[in-house]
């Protein structure tokens, strides 16, 4: 028998072997896991085109992949459970071996540049909890695949460009805390199936188009913290069942069709409310009494509805931030009505507080100005107060913004509004304020609004407010306003969009220093009692449209320089003495709409050109020495005009016997020229090319490779576009190789090569050289070299196709703005400056290129023409000049001829594409429909229903958040800014003013650079 020792070592010895056998089969395992993981995590690294920041330089063999850039592995096994690439700004597709990582927990790809849609496979990660895919340009519908995930807790897919509904299969996520679709192109309604989603402390649906009603369901939701539903088309009334959510404290629904009025109780079964965010809407009744419960609120937003009645008290809101009630019809116009703003003097968080637009009435309340010194933006105006404003407010030294106008206020300017040193925007107007205007009002040099017009002040206007070097805004008029207008008001530099003195009592002469205001595009003195000369430096106010004189002691002549103001709309010279003639010059201002000249002591002719053939448009009764003009003004003729008509007509004969010859001579010189021309054309071609600078067909095979597909970037009607180096210092160009088979090819080269041969601008692509030669075979070959644009053309941006394109969430409101400038600025060079004017003929996204800095350059000068040669004779017939369908303007089809009005239709329908994201091409603009007609039935109220939705998103936030309400702000539906608005509104007008039918109808490229400057002004403001 065996000893109890050799048993034992027995033992020990089984033991050791079957611990090796285990520890090989684990390690053999955990080695086939590992490999999986790695394989799945470089098959995901080749699916990106664009790594910028350098992320994946770890992702090699020369480390393990747990120690790579973004992942994250269990201590345990090795295996990936977490890829973490938040910003790094990739572009790419997502791998669908991503659902091979079967121990992954969490995946961040939020800011980056994925495109495609979400993989099926990721469905497969049955462990996968957090999937976060905010900010990237994913589409296609909402990925039902991943109900798969059991596990998923908070799914993410805001800022993308997901489109159809939302499934009714969405209850399958039964473990979902977090869904957030916002900024997206979510259409239909809610399903009520998301009721079943109990799980859920968070639903965003913010900004996307989905109608209808909310679901009772969504009552069901007993865990839900945040709701946000805004910036839709939901209508209806709230079902009752939202208002027991006693979880909730973020409400958002702003700017949808809501109506119905609150429950008396609401915010008493709604006690843990932070956010209650419902402007915009419809909502009728009163403001609950309940509401003096929500002890929690920090931000009460529930302005442009239909509310009436009394406020009730808000003593017991700490934490209040933001405070809306604008524009409703709150206050009975008592004195009681703003007796609630006394509750809010223990506020200490307050910092907007917006009453704007009611029918609040009583004093002006003194108490007012013991609110927190936090407080950045008061808003009163268009109310019913009256009294004086204290002189305590000046203690509120943070604010930003008071606007207190069309109310009934008296008393002075409070002297101690000069410590309101950051006030950016002070608007007093339409009160019955007197005294004078404090020159205390130039410590205020932030200020670009100042409003203080129809009060009754006096005195002279404070030269400190020459201090306000950021004032765009200066309205003074309908005062009692004496002496000269200061000097230091035309040293303003940013004064941009109006100086309104007007119905004043200033006198003095108007200081030649006026030409100083090159920005102005108001200007007006009208009604006092100015005398002396109009300045011939007025005509240095380049972008000056609307020039308001009248009224005043004006004398001399009307400077010649009113004609160097190119943009001028509207002249009002009225009831001075002014004396002379008015310049012949001003018939040649295209835009001038309305000229009044009436009653001074003009005299001499009366222009017939422009603004002067039309009669309703000119006004010149009271200058009786003034004679001829159009027969409606019915003035005496000119005492030479009655001398010349007997002239005329005994010339008449003369003149009929010279048009027979001359018309015989000049058929027969048509004839010669036609056959001399046809003798020389060949010469003329290679003359127009020789002013180009030459390089040789075999600098061209050899810097693309032999033309390989590898350097192909695009092609188009007539020709292919390579990538190329010519000169390794220079960098790469972009090579256009003609297709000389294809008709008109050879015409194209010539127009590119005349057109672009004198041109420099910024705004245009350069063209660096020119190839016309033979290739190898014999075979003619012709190419242009341009400077190369790194970030292909506008078209790539705003369609992206096959997911190799640029993010278009990029091109965001203030990138496309500068795009649209840069074209016009490029058009308005093409039309207006060049040696010979030249029309593009062929304007749309894919002949629009951008460099490194998103600068536009216009391309492609196939179809070009230079305006003097329109009318040779070997283009009497442009009916070929077509453009591309839905850009070319309509008269092309009837075979007009081609002018700078079929650009400016080119440029509009561009800009209509650039706001809405449709192409003019689209299947929905047929039988009579276009993309002009589609954006002009939602002008201007509508607008947001086909705005782009990546110009909505959450960036456009309005800055007065503080900073610590950010992460709220973004959890829920997002005001956008009031610039953003405008400039969008504006953009759309130009864009339908360019693209009408009729082409005498269209806008002018001078008149468009004008109003860009001002949207630019404006939006930058």
Not at 59 to 86: A, D, I, M
Not at 543 to 569: I, Q, V
Not at 880 to 898: D, L
Request: net charge negative; glycine share 8%.
């Amino acid at each position: 028998m065996m000893s109890s020792v050799a048993w034992f070592k027995c033992i020990v010895w089984f033991l050791l072997c079957c611990s090796n056998f285990w520890s090989q089969n684990i390690v053999t395992t955990y080695a086939f896991g590992n490999e999986t993981d790695q394989s799945a995590l470089l098959k995901f690294k080749e699916s990106i085109d664009l790594d910028p920041n350098e992320v994946f330089n770890s992702w090699n063999s020369t480390s393990h992949f747990c120690k790579w850039n973004g992942v994250t592995c269990s201590p345990r096994h090795q295996r990936v459970t977490e890829l973490n690439l938040t910003g790094c700004h990739l572009h790419g597709f997502i791998s669908p071996y991503i659902g091979n990582l079967s121990f992954l927990r969490k995946l961040f790809l939020e800011d980056n540049h994925f495109y495609g849609e979400i993989p099926q496979e990721l469905g497969r990660l049955f462990r996968i909890r957090v999937l976060y895919f905010t900010n990237n340009i994913l589409g296609g519908e909402f990925p039902i695949s991943l109900a798969n995930c059991s596990e998923l807790r908070y799914l993410s897919l805001d800022s993308n460009l997901f489109t159809g509904e939302i499934p009714r299969k969405i209850e399958s996520f039964g473990n979902l805390k977090q869904l957030r679709i916002r900024g997206n192109n979510l259409t239909g309604q809610i399903p009520p199936s998301i009721g079943n989603l109990s799980s859920l402390t968070r639903l965003s649906l913010s900004s996307n188009t989905l109608q209808g009603f909310i679901p009772e369901e969504i009552g069901l939701l007993r865990n839900l913290r945040i709701l946000g539903l805004s910036n839709n088309k939901l209508s209806h009334s709230i079902p009752l069942s939202l208002y027991n959510l006693s979880s909730l404290y973020i409400f958002s629904l702003t700017n949808n069709q809501f109506n119905g009025s609150f429950p008396d109780n609401m915010f008493l079964t709604l006690p843990n409310l932070e956010e209650f965010t419902v402007s915009g809407n419809q909502f009728s009744g009163s403001i609950p009494a309940s509401i003096t419960n929500a002890s929690g609120m920090q931000i009460l937003d529930i302005g442009d509805n239909q509310l009436v009645g009394q406020v009730p008290s808000l003593g017991k809101w700490k934490d209040i931030s933001t405070l809306q009630l604008s524009l409703n019809n709150l206050g009975n116009n008592s004195s009681n009505d703003l007796q609630f703003l006394k509750s809010l003097i223990n506020c200490s968080q307050l910092d907007i507080l917006d009453i704007g637009y009611n029918n609040f009435g009583g004093p002006f309340p003194r108490h007012v100005s013991n609110l927190t010194t936090k407080l950045t933006q008061l808003i009163a105006g268009g109310n019913n107060i009256f009294g004086e404003i204290p002189m305590e407010l000046g203690n509120l030294v943070n604010l930003i913004t008071l606007a207190l106008e069309k109310n009934s206020l008296t008393g002075i300017i409070p002297t101690s509004f000069g410590k309101l040193q950051k006030m950016q925007l002070l608007s007093l107007g339409v009160n019955k304020l007197f005294g004078e205007i404090p020159p205390s009002i130039g410590n205020l040099s932030q200020l670009y609004y100042l409003e203080l017009s129809s009060n009754m002040f006096v005195g002279n206007i404070p030269s400190t407010i020459g201090n306000c070097q950021h004032l765009q805004f200066l309205h003074l008029s309908n005062n009692s306003l004496t002496g000269a207008i200061p000097s230091q008001l035309f040293g303003i530099p940013s004064l941009s969009t109006a100086l309104d003195l007007s119905y004043n009592s200033l006198s003095g002469s108007l200081s030649a220093e006026v030409g100083m205001l090159k920005n102005i595009d108001i200007l007006d003195v009208s009604e006092n009692y100015i005398s002396g000369v109009i300045p011939e430096t007025i005509g240095e106010c380049i972008t000056l449209e609307y020039l308001y004189l009248k009224g005043n002691s004006f004398h001399g002549s009307m400077p010649p320089s009113l004609a160097s103001l190119k943009g001028l709309r509207e002249v009002d010279l009225s009831r001075n003495n002014l004396s002379g003639s008015i310049p012949e010059t001003l018939q040649n201002l295209s835009f001038l709409e309305y000229f009044n000249a009436s009653f001074n002591m003009l005299e001499g002719k009366v222009p017939t050109n422009g603004v002067f053939q039309n009669a309703s448009s000119i006004l010149v009764a009271g200058n009786s020495k003034l004679c001829g003009g159009i027969s409606e003004l019915k003035l005496p003729p000119c005492p030479l005009e009655a001398k010349t008509r007997r002239i005329h007509h005994n010339l008449k004969l003369v003149v009929a016997i010279s048009c027979v010859v001359f018309f015989l001579s000049t058929l027969s010189c048509i004839l010669g020229m036609f056959l001399i021309r046809k003798r020389h054309k060949k010469s003329s071609t290679n003359s127009t090319i020789d002013q180009l600078p030459k390089v040789s067909y075999q600098n061209l095979l050899h810097a693309t490779d032999g033309f390989s597909s590898w350097n192909l970037i695009g092609t188009g009607s007539h020709g292919s576009v390579y990538k190329g180096i010519l000169d390794p210092m220079e960098g790469f160009v972009a090579i256009k190789v003609l297709n000389l088979q294809k008709k008109g090819a050879k015409k194209s080269f010539m127009a590119e090569c005349k057109a672009l041969r004198h041109v420099r601008h910024r705004n245009l692509v350069k063209v660096v050289t020119c190839c016309s030669s033979v290739d190898y075979n014999g075979n003619d070959f012709k190419a242009l070299v341009f400077e190369y644009m790194p970030n292909g053309s506008l078209e790539e941006w705003l369609h992206p196709q096959n997911g190799r394109e640029e993010q278009t969430r990029t091109l965001n409101l203030e990138t496309r703005l500068e795009i649209v400038v840069g074209v016009a600025s490029a058009l308005h060079y093409l039309h207006h400056e060049c040696e010979e004017p030249i029309i593009h003929c062929d304007l749309k996204p894919s002949n629009i290129l951008l460099d490194d800095d998103m600068v536009a350059h216009v391309s492609d000068f196939g179809l070009a023409r230079l305006l003097s040669t329109i009318n040779n004779f070997d283009n009497l017939s442009t009916s070929g000049i077509k453009g591309t369908i839905g850009y070319c303007p309509p008269e092309n089809g009837a075979s007009f001829q081609v002018s700078t009005k079929g650009d400016m239709y080119s440029f509009g329908i561009l800009i209509l594409e650039m706001l809405t994201g449709r192409r003019p091409t689209e299947e929905m603009f047929k039988d009579g429909h276009n993309l002009h007609n589609y954006a002009k039935i939602s002008f201007p109220n509508n607008l947001l229903e086909i705005v782009d939705a990546t110009l909505v998103s959450v960036e456009n936030v309005s800055p007065t958040i503080t900073a610590s309400e950010q992460h709220n702000i973004s959890e829920i539906a997002d005001n956008l800014h009031l610039n953003t608005k405008m400039c969008l509104l504006s953009l759309f007008k130009i864009g339908l003013a360019c693209s009408v039918e009729l082409p005498g109808e269209r806008l002018d490229m001078m008149e468009v650079i004008r109003e860009l400057n001002m949207i630019r002004n404006a939006f930058y403001a």
